[in-house]
């Protein structure tokens, strides 16, 4: 079946549906397993925050790298199609040795739960993700430039509107795939004994790899496969290297100045080869600026979840846990996109504005900017609510009278008098230095000194309950609990020790007149039981928590009434976070916007204005972009921290509007071409040539529609 007439569907070629069915299956696949990552780190291999991080970063990184290696194959070798369905293999099986790695009974011999090589664990998850670097970066360039190759000219049209659809399905991949995976992580699985089930986590993303690999080859037949033309990046490198070689033989006077410094390459290459190498040197000179965007726009996944969990989820009757935030930008994407296509464009075009691409990619980069503003603003509110911890060699002390009795303590400077079960109103802070002496006295007993080695940094909480009856507890809360979650501790006035179980955790062995550590809990009400010997049967030994917000933390003191049945007594630690997370709303619809604008026109942009044989390596070096971006965080991430939050973004909004100006500048000066319109010129004149014998080629419109 030669080349056949493309069957269309909407005025749209059939074989795009394949192709965008086969993008979102790989996007939900990629997403799905990449939102995994650093929980699998952490939890079932064991490493620690900054190793997981850099480690994931590292493969984030890898993943906008191995483009470059896809491109050269499809350009230069195998072609598009090939190059896609091989490497979807590759990227298949690395998913299968993913899932793998994470079965704990793999090398759990002894059937504890716990594997027992774990060396196993890591090199396998590192092999599979090498292969998955590979494969989901050696198919991104090719699978987008191929959508482009299914349209004839004359469809600019339908190919702008194709680049975005594809955009579109990139987002609900992701958005669905970090809304469905978290889901699958939770059920409990396992041969031997029971936990977290990574390999089903890891096992439906390995599923939707090979589904979207068939769809792909299903449309097979309908495809238009352009051939690859011989190694093209060979070339441009050695045509590229002989110009600035030649141009330095000629660098005296005598010899006459050339129009660009690559016609010095015209001894030995063609001009079409020159004119397509001049092309390309073109769109990537705009790409310079670019990562910077990347950058900055990588951060927001990081830093504003952090900024989230000092914020109060609950929106409405919707409970939002900080990370969810994340989702809104995914959500507003599939908003915007045809918002964005159907409306905002065609409104601009009526106003008689030409927006160019590269109009559009400034506008993008500006939103981007603004959105980090917003952000300060909403870090500034949020830093007037937090409350202040010890900074540097400052203690801070709290003393919580747990006794029967009301009970004085006086400190360098200040006396507190409490009276019995109640606690200071705040955290008093001291120099460690000049903490010299406590004393605890109450009406008609001598004065207690407290001895005790305070630890510059931290929070400690005095629970006094006689005269010369004291303990000092390290709080171990310097900051407020991660991830919105609410810490909680118990304190045991009773004489012998107790266990309490609170939603599923276990305080075990609270000694008495004692804390134990804080746990954390999400957002509502937690009911819990009190085990203890000292509980006579007919009391009642379960409680209900109060309703738990966001980032609070309390002490649970458990007493006794008259009756000697247990009560319980609230005191708080930290209050709960009071501004609300709707207020990201502006920021996430800002740099939403900004990247819709931003992202569809570059992928468009950089597929439209390559050279028929280069359209891969483009797109290649437009994923690069993202990449170096990627690089760039690592770097300053590394570099240092500022002490104030909102500082980092107002640098983050300059750095992005500086980008946005020198862009906006080297955009006046870029002409847009339109490649196949050059490339039909050089067929022409070659035919010209040609005449008289054979024509070689066969007869080309001429009159091609510029539509830029």
């Known amino acids: 079946m030669g080349m056949s007439v493309p069957q269309s569907c909407f005025g749209y070629p059939l074989s795009i549906f394949f192709i965008v069915v086969n993008e979102f299956c790989e996007r939900f696949s990629y997403y799905g397993m990449r939102a995994l990552l650093i929980l699998y780190f952490r939890l079932f291999i064991g490493w620690n925050d900054n190793l997981s991080t850099a480690i994931y970063h590292t493969f984030v990184a890898l993943c906008y790298l191995t483009p470059i290696l896809g491109a050269l194959i499809a350009d230069s070798w195998l072609g598009e199609f090939k190059t896609i369905v091989s490497l979807s293999i590759v990227y ?415 305080y075990i062995d609270v000694t008495s007149h004692n804390a134990s550590a804080y746990q954390f809990f999400l957002s509502g009400a937690k009911s819990f039981i009190v085990h203890s010997p000292e509980i006579s049967p007919q009391c009642k030994n379960n409680f209900t928590s109060s309703s738990l917000e966001f980032g609070s933390a309390f002490t649970y003191v458990i007493t006794r009434k008259e009756d000697s049945c247990p009560d319980l007594k609230i005191f708080e630690d930290i209050s709960p976070n009071t501004i609300n997370m709707a207020l990201q709303i502006p920021q996430y619809f800002l740099i939403t916007c900004g990247e819709v604008v931003f992202s569809v026109t570059g992928l468009e942009f950089s597929y439209s204005q390559a050279p028929s044989n280069m359209k891969s390596v483009l797109q290649a070096g437009w994923l690069l972009t993202v990449a170096v971006g990627n690089i760039i965080v690592l770097i300053v991430a590394g570099a240092g921290q500022f002490s104030e939050q909102w500082a980092e973004y107002v640098l983050f909004a300059g750095l992005l509007l500086a980008v946005c100006i020198i862009f906006a500048i080297m955009a006046r000066f870029h002409t847009y071409i339109n490649p196949a319109e050059v490339e039909a010129q050089f067929d022409m004149d070659e035919k010209k040539k040609y005449l008289g014998k054979d024509s070689l080629y066969p007869k080309l419109d001429t009159d091609v529609q510029t539509q830029m």
């Open 92 to 506: 298949t099986i690395g998913q299968v040795v993913m899932a793998v790695s994470s079965i704990n009974d793999l090398t759990d011999f002894d059937h504890n739960g716990t594997p027992n090589s774990m060396s196993v664990h890591v090199a396998l998850s590192m092999i599979g993700l090498a292969l998955i670097a590979l494969g989901t970066g050696g198919i991104k360039p090719c699978v987008s430039a191929f959508g482009g190759d299914q349209f004839e000219e004359g469809q600019e049209k339908q190919r702008n509107r194709f680049f975005s659809v594809f955009y579109l399905a990139i987002n609900a991949g992701s958005l669905l795939s970090t809304i469905i995976t978290p889901m699958l992580r939770v059920q409990q699985c396992g041969i031997h004994s029971t936990q977290a089930c990574y390999p089903l986590a890891f096992g439906v993303p390995a599923a939707l790899m090979a589904v979207s690999l068939i769809v792909f080859v299903m449309g097979s037949r309908m495809y238009k496969k352009l051939k690859p033309q011989g190694n093209v990046m060979a070339k441009v490198v050695k045509c590229i290297g002989f110009a600035i070689k030649n141009r330095f033989r000629h660098r005296s006077k005598k010899f006459p100045k050339r129009e660009h410094w690559l016609d010095w390459a015209k001894e030995k290459y063609d001009e079409r080869l020159i004119c397509q190498i001049k092309m390309v040197t073109r769109v990537m000179f705009l790409y310079i600026p670019l990562p910077m965007f990347w950058a900055l726009f990588d951060q927001q996944g990081f830093r504003w979840t952090l900024q989230a969990t000092t914020m109060n989820g609950q929106i409405g009757l919707l409970k939002i846990q900080p990370d969810q935030m994340q989702t809104v930008n995914a959500i507003l994407i599939v908003i915007m996109v045809p918002i964005m296509d159907a409306v905002v464009y065609p409104l601009i075009a009526k106003c008689g504005l030409n927006f160019t691409s590269l109009r559009k990619m400034t506008v993008g980069m500006f939103l981007a900017s603004m959105a980090f503003v917003a952000a300060a603003i909403v870090q500034v509110e949020i830093d007037k609510t937090l409350p202040v911890f010890p900074k540097g060699n400052e203690v801070q002390v709290k003393v919580l009278n747990i006794g029967n009795n009301s009970m004085s303590v006086s400190f360098p400077g200040t006396t507190v008098t409490l009276d019995q079960m109640s606690q200071t109103h705040e955290f008093l802070t001291f120099d460690v230095n000049k903490l010299t002496s406590i004393n605890i006295s109450s009406a008609g007993s001598p004065a207690t000194p407290v001895t005790y080695n305070f630890e510059q940094g931290h929070r400690h909480t005095l629970l006094v309950w006689g005269p010369s009856h004291y303990r000092v507890v390290k709080d171990g809360l310097n900051q407020k609990p991660e991830k919105g979650e609410n810490g909680v501790r118990f304190v045991n006035t009773f004489d012998e020790s107790f266990n309490v179980t609170m939603d599923g955790k276990v």
